[in-house]
């Protein structure tokens, strides 16, 4: 029996199931009345949920990896919007799980059981050079400061904290800063304008002489190694949640119509063999995109438990491995989540598409998830390394290609 269906995994997953449900049942009107999730992510914080990564010993839940990703999946099943909204929060407790044991870890950790959350800020759009940083961190004599602004800030607006990838100011090197967003520097606007995941808290963030304490910025070389694949498996886990979300929808549908056509196959619509196929294949691919997922997971969690193993080749061929892994995994779930959220509507009838019932939020959703980080690139990156041996993209940049 895999490990995210042990009793372990099901005593973690009871204790946040009937938040699920609650988050589950306010999510279509959010999503048409566009009202951003401030209250779930409320009752995730005075849950714990963001605590799970952390040690049981440091006051957390202590999820592995799988168990991680396996709870992300049922929360977005209930939302879609929450998995990726959390999504550099789970990063950057990541990357503290990574370095060594420290006052300054326990600090962030301590952080994190009072309910705190970490938000995005890597991207910057406009007339840009390829890998051009233009947000800056500059000395001070009682720390630094950050100025410049970023796009696509998941989480942000739901956030104490933003991890921001900048460029020193001193010596041009690359870091990772921890800003406050309880300051007047921050500046955060719910701006993100995208057909789907429309309630992710992204948007632009400017700083503006922001505050930041000394020891919150960080040599991106420091970064954890499997980052990459980490991020790719929130999202990930994101698809596979909205699969089960559309399968729950199709058969619950189906099971309530009462209308049929003349031509159809039965009396009643849920014994209609050629939808009750439908629904079949939907939830055929819901399960191969659940199971895709969920092993790749336990590459990633082989890189977290060698990180500190002091192998150096050892730990390279577990990083490439998580890498390859959640390629293909995203090449299987861009692929099926989307075309199972279209045929949702073989199986119900012209008045689904009534946006009172938002199921076209589920492709829409679908979609958006599955166009971050280019999935051609990742098929590419599969089929190099299978016939050439080439290890795959860890660490990319995007800007004007002049």
């Known amino acids: 029996m895999s490990e995210p269906l042990t009793t372990q995994y099901e005593t973690l997953a009871a204790r946040f199931r009937p938040l699920f449900a609650r988050i ?19 009752w995730l914080k005075e849950a714990g949920f963001g605590t799970l990564r952390i040690p049981v010993e440091e006051g ?43 006052e300054e870890r326990k600090r962030w950790f301590r952080r994190f059981i009072d309910g705190e959350l970490v938000g995005s800020g890597w991207t910057e759009i406009g007339n840009l050079k390829l890998g051009e940083v233009v947000t800056k961190v500059t000395p001070t004599p009682n720390g630094w400061t950050l100025n410049g602004h970023k796009f696509y800030s998941t989480g942000t607006l ?31 606007e719910d701006d993100w304008d995208g057909f789907g995941q429309r309630l992710t808290g992204s948007g632009t963030t400017r ?15 420091e970064r954890f190694h499997y980052q990459t694949a980490f991020y790719q498996h929130v999202l990930l886990s994101t698809l596979a949640g909205i699969a089960r979300a559309v399968t729950r929808d ?7 119509r009462k209308r049929i056509y003349s031509h159809s196959n039965a009396r009643l619509v849920k014994q209609d063999v050629q939808v ?34 002091g192998d150096d080749a050892v730990i390279h061929q577990a990083n490439v491995q998580a890498e390859v892994d959640s390629a293909k995994a995203q090449v299987i779930a861009s692929d099926l989540v989307p075309r199972a959220a279209t045929e949702l509507f073989n199986a119900l009838g012209a008045s689904d598409t009534r946006t009172s019932k938002a199921l076209d939020r589920h492709w829409r959703n679908a979609r958006t998830v599955a166009s971050h980080n280019p999935v051609i690139y990742k098929t590419r990156n599969v089929g190099d390394w299978e016939v050439n041996g080439n290890e795959p993209t860890f660490i990319w940049q995007i800007g004007n290609g002049e």
């Open 276 to 309: 009750l196929q439908v629904v079949g294949q939907i939830s055929s691919w819901a399960y191969a995109v659940d199971a895709t997922v969920q092993q790749a997971t336990h590459s990633l969690q082989k890189a977290y438990e060698l990180h500190d193993s």
């Open 207 to 221: 700083f503006e002489q922001a505050q930041v304490e000394a020891a919150h910025v960080y040599d991106f070389s």
């Open 60 to 102: 957390g839940l202590g999820a592995s990896l799988p168990q991680l990703f396996q709870l992300l999946t049922e929360l977005a099943e209930a939302d879609s919007n929450l998995p990726q909204a959390l999504r550099a929060h789970f990063a950057f407790v990541e990357d503290r799980l990574n370095q060594p044991d420290s």
């Open 158 to 188: 739901y956030a104490d904290w933003i991890d921001v990838y900048a460029q020193r100011e001193d010596n041009g090197r690359d870091v990772i800063v921890l800003v406050n967003t309880h300051q007047s520097g921050v500046v955060r």
């Open 24 to 42: 589950a049942e306010g999510a279509v009107e959010r999503e048409t009345t566009r009202s951003l999730a401030f209250e779930p992510i409320r």
């Open 250 to 256: 199709a058969a619950h549908g189906v099971a309530q």
